[in-house]
């Protein structure tokens, strides 16, 4: 295999990777150009087995979504509706509230609660989501809104991020998801995404949480209109970051969906191209701990293939996912964790139940 890699001109990156030496933009823009993927995977496989082994981590998780209302409408989104259109919808607090009783028979650990930029909700229903959950379920650990949504609470609070988070936590906020990342190119957020939180701004919320004691996710969509070099330059942002703080678990590359967004003309993504994002972050986040292979974007078989390419998580059971299956994902909306265990141990790896955290609560071995 090394003879490959250095046949492919990948050789002195293999010697950087062997010696856990970091990668730099250059040389992740030529691992994005390369073609061969199995020497990528290769790559990616030994900072993957060195930083967790065989482990394969999945959570047994509810996602809510409550409410699709948003000011943003971003052009590659299907989910974000405007007040008053056909397909809006918001929960009140009682609904989200039965959508947690509903489920209380099963061993869910994590709620992943996000929604859009709505424009009239008042900061107090948010606290009051979060009251709820925690009082039909004290123990669920709630993974609940992105940077953006934070920093929108903090404009309808009028306080800091600071204050704004302090309030979250204290009705029962555990830590918070990945998206609203997107691209953070502002070429990308001009033509797609103009009235969202600017990168810059995302990642500062994002550092704030961090040093107050929450442990966020990142997420990178793909798949669009970004370059190879986009990509990058937001991989190395989000390196950045980390180096500073410390405070993310995981990272999500996040394949397009088009179907009935604003550019529903570009094709879904493929497989090598899924791979490639899986790999390329694996090996440039050298200070994120995990790599998940999110296998609603992906479907469970890529995601399956992606534990050799870096990745070691397969996000959860789920259950009810929206925001993708608007966009046409052909997935199931949930997956039982006896499949997610099978599909883990098929991959010659070994399946572990986590919380939110990464603490371990079962291993299959
Ligand atoms: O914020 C929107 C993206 C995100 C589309 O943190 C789209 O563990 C693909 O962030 N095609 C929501 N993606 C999902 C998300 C997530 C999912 C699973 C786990 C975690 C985590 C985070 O999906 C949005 C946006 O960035 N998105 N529209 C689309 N058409």
Same mark, same amino acid.
Request: contains cysteine; negative net charge; charged residues 25%.
């Given at each position: 295999?090394?003879?490959?890699?250095? /046949?492919?001109? *990948?050789?002195?990156?293999?010697?950087?990777?062997?010696?856990?030496?970091?990668?730099?933009?250059?040389?992740?823009?030529?691992?994005?150009?390369?073609?061969?993927?199995?020497?990528?995977?290769?790559?990616?496989?030994?900072?993957?087995?060195?930083?967790?082994?065989?482990?394969?981590?999945? &959570?047994?998780?509810?996602?809510i979504?409550?409410s699709?209302?948003?000011?943003?409408?971003?052009?590659?989104?299907? +989910?974000?509706?405007?007040?008053?259109?056909?397909?809006?919808?918001?929960?009140?607090?009682?609904?989200? @509230?039965? @959508?947690?009783?509903?489920?209380?028979?099963?061993?869910?650990?994590?709620?992943?609660?996000?929604g859009?930029?709505?424009?009239?909700?008042? +900061?107090?229903?948010?606290?009051?989501?979060?009251?709820?959950?925690?009082?039909?379920?004290?123990?669920?650990?709630?993974?609940?809104?992105?940077?953006?949504?934070?920093?929108?609470? /903090?404009?309808?609070?009028?306080?800091?991020?600071?204050?704004?988070?302090?309030?979250?936590?204290?009705?029962?906020?555990?830590?918070?998801?990945?998206?609203?990342?997107?691209?953070?190119?502002?070429?990308?957020?001009e033509?797609?995404?103009?009235?969202?939180?600017?990168?810059?701004?995302?990642?500062?919320?994002?550092?704030?949480?961090?040093?107050?004691g929450?442990?966020?996710? /990142?997420?990178?969509?793909?798949?669009h &209109?970004?370059?190879?070099?986009?990509?990058?330059?937001?991989?190395?942002?989000?390196?950045?970051?980390q180096?500073e703080?410390?405070?993310?678990?995981?990272?999500?590359?996040? /394949?397009?969906?088009?179907?009935?967004?604003?550019?529903?003309? *570009?094709?879904?993504?493929?497989?090598?191209?899924?791979l490639?994002?899986?790999?390329?972050?694996?090996? &440039?986040?050298?200070?994120?701990?995990?790599?998940?292979a999110?296998?609603?974007?992906?479907?469970?078989?890529?995601?399956?293939?992606?534990l050799? +390419?870096?990745?070691?998580?397969?996000?959860?059971?789920? @259950?009810?996912?929206?925001?993708?299956h608007?966009?046409?994902?052909?997935?199931?909306?949930?997956?039982?964790?006896?499949?997610?265990?099978? *599909? &883990?141990?098929?991959?010659?790896?070994?399946?572990?139940?986590?919380d939110?955290?990464?603490?371990?609560?079962?291993?299959?071995?």
């Amino acid at each position: 295999m090394e003879k490959i890699i250095k /046949a492919s001109g *990948l050789g002195d990156i293999l010697e950087k990777v062997a010696g856990d030496e970091r990668l730099s933009y250059d040389d992740g823009v030529r691992l994005y150009n390369s073609d061969n993927i199995i020497a990528l995977g290769y790559l990616a496989n030994i900072v993957r087995n060195r930083k967790n082994g065989d482990n394969t981590f999945f &959570i047994y998780n509810q996602h809510i979504n409550y409410s699709n209302i948003c000011t943003n409408l971003c052009k590659f989104c299907a +989910f974000g509706k405007e007040q008053g259109a056909d397909l809006a919808y918001e929960m009140s607090v009682e609904e989200v @509230k039965e @959508k947690v009783r509903q489920r209380l028979d099963e061993p869910i650990t994590e709620v992943h609660m996000v929604g859009g930029i709505h424009p009239e909700l008042p +900061f107090e229903y948010y606290v009051e989501l979060l009251r709820g959950i925690k009082e039909i379920r004290p123990e669920i650990h709630i993974q609940a809104f992105t940077c953006v949504e934070i920093a929108h609470f /903090a404009n309808l609070s009028g306080k800091s991020i600071e204050d704004t988070l302090g309030i979250l936590g204290e009705a029962g906020l555990g830590s918070m998801p990945g998206g609203g990342a997107e691209v953070f190119s502002p070429r990308i957020r001009e033509l797609t995404c103009r009235d969202k939180l600017p990168g810059k701004e995302w990642l500062e919320v994002a550092k704030i949480a961090h040093r107050q004691g929450f442990n966020t996710n /990142a997420t990178m969509l793909y798949g669009h &209109i970004e370059t190879v070099e986009e990509r990058m330059e937001h991989l190395v942002a989000l390196r950045r970051a980390q180096d500073e703080t410390g405070g993310f678990l995981s990272f999500i590359p996040l /394949a397009f969906h088009p179907k009935n967004t604003a550019m529903s003309e *570009l094709s879904r993504t493929t497989g090598i191209n899924d791979l490639k994002n899986i790999a390329v972050s694996r090996l &440039i986040l050298d200070n994120f701990p995990h790599i998940k292979a999110y296998w609603v974007m992906i479907g469970p078989k890529m995601a399956q293939v992606a534990l050799s +390419f870096g990745a070691d998580d397969m996000d959860g059971t789920v @259950k009810e996912e929206v925001i993708t299956h608007m966009a046409g994902a052909d997935t199931d909306q949930a997956i039982g964790s006896t499949t997610l265990v099978r *599909l &883990i141990k098929e991959a010659g790896r070994v399946p572990v139940e986590r919380d939110t955290l990464y603490n371990v609560l079962r291993k299959y071995n």
